[in-house]
């Protein structure tokens, strides 16, 4: 016979926030926000654990603590309106579209019975037998006294710093015209709280809302439960010979079940002396029948002992019950369905019991505000330590709120994130610098994952300086029309450091830094400079800029300078009779005539084009041909220097990333060390970041720079797969200051990695304090954009040639390799 839903349901009403049952219940609903999954050490599992236990034991008697956790299986459904979205964005938006993931929503639930409620049984439930009006009416000072409990157990777990909580209102708990409430999600397993669709709630052989047929399994009896029980438990994917990787003990009945789930944790609080007279009671009982029966002398011995540690240890005992409901709306997924739970709770070793005749009575009692009508013969006697084990601890990873950031991907689904390396961490105080420091072994995904990082950054408005031994920023360059400096002996590499662009003006800084590069084409390194050709070197440049703009048919750049002080400043100097030993001016154009026009470097300082560096926001220094000439590189990299630091200091406002490769160690070699050194140490200062990229441990170790300045000043520190460095990792764990936690999260990287997807996965560490393990999950179009291998690269360069633009190649040619695919499919 059918009935209405209202005619049944157990509720009262909401009032100030609270959840009146039709039996006097008062029920407090906290949403909570618990830490993510795969981010907790062994040591916070047991704090975690800690956490729950002491505020439990602060409830009163008679309460019920209730925690429910939705997992539904979702779509990431991306954004395709914003009308700025790059071609690589929007590339990326089409790839993940649809991309299934779990979602995770968890309440707990404090309900508080009135004194003298009967308690409920399978048989006694009020889904079968009419409510009454309660004869206990609501004491506002009983009422006061419970919400005053309640703040006392969200404050004790706020205070763990590892779970945040929000209590909900009216607004929250009742559905509106538009929105769900957690009474109506429940009773309609609405898997979306804007899904407003009335279904009908069918109790027979199994339970059955609308097209949902459900199946319920409980751990309601001791007999089930696992013989130990604790805060953790080892994740063998994810373990090593040298690690073990730690997640929550019940988080294979959370996070790591992929399906439709609702698991229900349930702890009643009751009288504890009642509880301890009723088990002396049942103890005696034992005892009088045990010489009949050896179950009875174990049973008596059991319940001995657990009166003994209540009694020794203080442990709270209470009565606890925990149970899944597992749904679909497709036929063919049962069977499935009850392998995965079968499988988890095998991995528990817990034994899997399917609920069908009180299967009704327990799916009732977990209406939100119904907890205390709960079938308390489906329940154990246990202790809240051993009670709260079961609890589950963990959730999703979660997306940053900020604006800036890189989009990764969910390490168990590959749903997209967006990840904030920089400020967020920055200002919730996790780390005092953005600088970066990357360590992967060739082939680990090392230049993939930084190309993916300066794209990010660029596309939200950063100057970017790429210094680079290998090509690997070619693609990226050409997509974003940026600066590329490299040499050919087609091509050779050309700068103008004379020229002032729009923007820029001849500051000191500006004329320090071309004196510094006269002085180091001049002399060499063993050779010392008077002050007095220092001196006519800032007379000389700040005479050229003055007779500049009286010729203006004449160009800025080296042959210029040098024309004038073969033609002009010598005139100068006899004038004011200075002296050759004080400056000599032939010595000095004889030295620097290889740079003028008609000399062996005439190209280097004389560049007509690509002079506006201060305003272009992409600029890649190539060195790799170069890295060991005498004579250029020296010169290239005062120049690269250069220009970072005038945008560091002249780009107010602006965020700036100078990010080096492997070209450090050459760098480092020329006399640079010390520059670097002050650039990781007060970049920060100028709203910038300095990253640099490194795949050797041997460099790390050996390095003295890369040890005490750029170790010391990157608070981020990005690791990509180490398994090549397994049995040196104590040496980089030692080196980079990282924790035994972190330790087994690098450790893990690829260990476990879908098969079916192509990715790797990065480390990433903030400040010390906060580590976490990503997919580095890309569109096709990224690929191939970001590709190191020489033959995917020309092929990209072909096409880019053929229909006249590297974004249409690009498309063309990863629309052919999807089609490919799916025909190979």
Not at 360 to 375: H, M, S
Not at 575 to 600: S, W
Not at 663 to 683: C, D, S
Not at 737 to 751: D, F, H, I, P, R
């Amino acid at each position: 016979m059918e009935k209405q839903l209202d005619e049944l349901l157990p509720l009262m009403g909401v009032e100030q926030d609270c959840i009146l049952s039709k039996q006097g219940d008062i029920t407090v609903v906290f949403q909570i926000y618990l830490p993510e999954i795969f981010t907790l050490s062994d040591q916070e599992y047991e704090v975690l654990h800690h956490t729950w236990v002491k505020p439990l034991k602060l409830l009163p008697s008679h309460t019920v603590f209730h925690k429910q956790d939705w997992f539904i299986q979702d779509h990431f459904q991306p954004d395709f309106t914003r009308e700025d979205t790059s071609f690589l964005s929007r590339c990326s938006e089409r790839f993940f579209n649809e991309r299934p993931f779990l979602d995770h929503r968890c309440y707990v639930l404090l309900t508080k019975k009135p004194a003298g409620r009967p308690l409920a049984t399978s048989l006694f439930s009020n889904l079968l037998r009419r409510t009454i009006v309660p004869q206990q009416v609501l004491s506002p000072l009983l009422l006061q006294d419970f919400l005053d409990q309640a703040g006392q157990f969200k404050r004790i777990l706020e205070d763990s710093g590892l779970v945040k909580l929000k209590k909900l209102q009216e607004k929250d708990l009742l559905s509106h015209q538009h929105r769900l409430g957690i009474i109506e999600q429940y009773c309609y397993l609405a898997e979306r709280d804007n899904a407003c669709l009335v279904k009908d709630i069918t109790f027979g052989d199994s339970i059955r809302i609308g097209d949902q047929l459900c199946q319920l399994y409980t751990l309601g009896d001791a007999e089930d439960l696992p013989a130990l029980c604790g805060s953790r438990i080892n994740y063998d994917k994810y373990s090593t010979d040298r690690s073990k990787f730690s997640i929550g003990f019940a988080a294979i009945l959370g996070q790591l079940l992929p399906c439709n789930h609702l698991y229900n944790q349930y702890i009643f609080l009751e009288d504890v002396r009642h509880t301890l007279q009723q088990l002396e009671r049942k103890r005696l009982r034992l005892q009088s029948l045990s010489a009949y029966s050896r179950s009875n002398t174990l049973a008596r011995d059991a319940t001995n002992d657990f009166l003994n540690e209540a009694i020794q240890h203080q442990r709270l005992p209470v009565k606890a019950h925990f149970n899944l409901l597992v749904w679909t709306d497709n036929k063919k997924e049962e069977k499935d369905l009850k392998n995965k739970v079968s499988s988890a709770l095998a991995q528990l070793d817990t034994a899997a019991k399917q609920e069908t005749v009180g299967a009704p009575q327990i799916f009732w009692a977990g209406i939100p505000g119904n907890e205390a009508d709960f079938p308390m013969n489906d329940t154990f006697d246990t202790f809240a330590e051993q009670a709260t084990c079961f609890l589950n601890l963990e959730t999703s990873y979660q997306s940053s709120l900020s604006p800036v950031g890189i989009r990764l991907g969910d390490r168990l689904t590959g749903r997209p994130l967006h990840v904030d390396l920089s400020d967020e961490p920055v200002k919730n105080g996790i780390c005092t610098n953005r600088n970066k420091f990357i360590l992967g072994p060739s082939g680990s995904g090392k230049s993939f994952f930084t190309n993916h990082l300066v794209r990010s950054y660029y596309e939200q408005g950063t100057h970017i300086v790429l210094v680079d031994v290998g090509h690997s920023y070619k693609g990226l360059c050409d997509l974003v029309k940026g600066y590329y400096f490299t040499y050919s002996e087609q091509h050779p590499i050309r700068f103008n450091p004379f020229f002032i662009g729009p923007g820029d003006n001849l500051d000191t800084e500006k004329k320090e830094s071309i004196k510094s590069l006269l002085l180091a084409l001049w002399k060499k390194d063993h050779e010392t400079f008077a002050r007095s050709e220092y001196v006519a070197l800032s007379n000389a440049l700040q005479l050229y800029y003055e007779w500049l703009p009286k010729e203006e048919q004449i160009f800025p750049g080296f042959n210029s300078f040098y024309e004038f002080l073969r033609d002009q400043f010598t005139k100068t100097l006899a004038a004011d009779n200075v002296r050759n030993k004080d400056f000599d001016i032939n010595n000095f154009l004889y030295v620097l005539r290889p740079y003028y026009q008609g000399g062996e470097f005439d190209y280097l300082l004389n560049a007509t084009q690509n002079l506006d560096l201060l305003q272009e926001r992409f600029i890649v220094f190539e060195l790799d041909n170069i890295k060991d000439h005498p004579i250029l590189f020296p010169v290239v990299t005062i120049i690269i220097m250069e220009v970072f630091i005038s945008k560091m200091r002249k780009l107010k406002g602006v965020r700036k990333m100078i990010l080096i490769e492997e070209a450090w160690k050459a760098i480092a070699k020329e006399g640079m060390a010390e520059y670097i050194r002050y650039l990781f140490k007060t970049v920060r200062k100028f709203y910038g970041e300095a990253v640099v990229v490194t795949q050797e441990v041997e460099d790390i170790i050996s390095s003295p720079i890369v040890k005490q300045a750029i170790i010391n000043n990157s608070d981020c520190k990005i690791l990509l797969d180490q398994s090549k460095y397994l049995n040196k990792f104590d040496q980089i764990q030692q080196l980079l200051g990282l924790t035994e936690k972190e330790k087994a999260l690098v450790l893990s990287v690829n260990k476990a990695n879908d098969p079916t997807l192509k990715y790797k996965e990065v480390f990433i560490s903030l400040g010390g304090t906060l580590a976490k393990v990503y997919r580095t999950e890309v569109s096709p179009e990224e690929y191939l954009t970001y590709t190191t291998e020489e033959t995917e690269k020309m092929i990209v360069l072909q096409y880019a040639d053929r229909y006249g633009d590297i974004r249409k190649g690009i498309a063309v040619l990863a629309n052919e390799i999807k089609t490919q695919g799916l025909q190979h499919k």
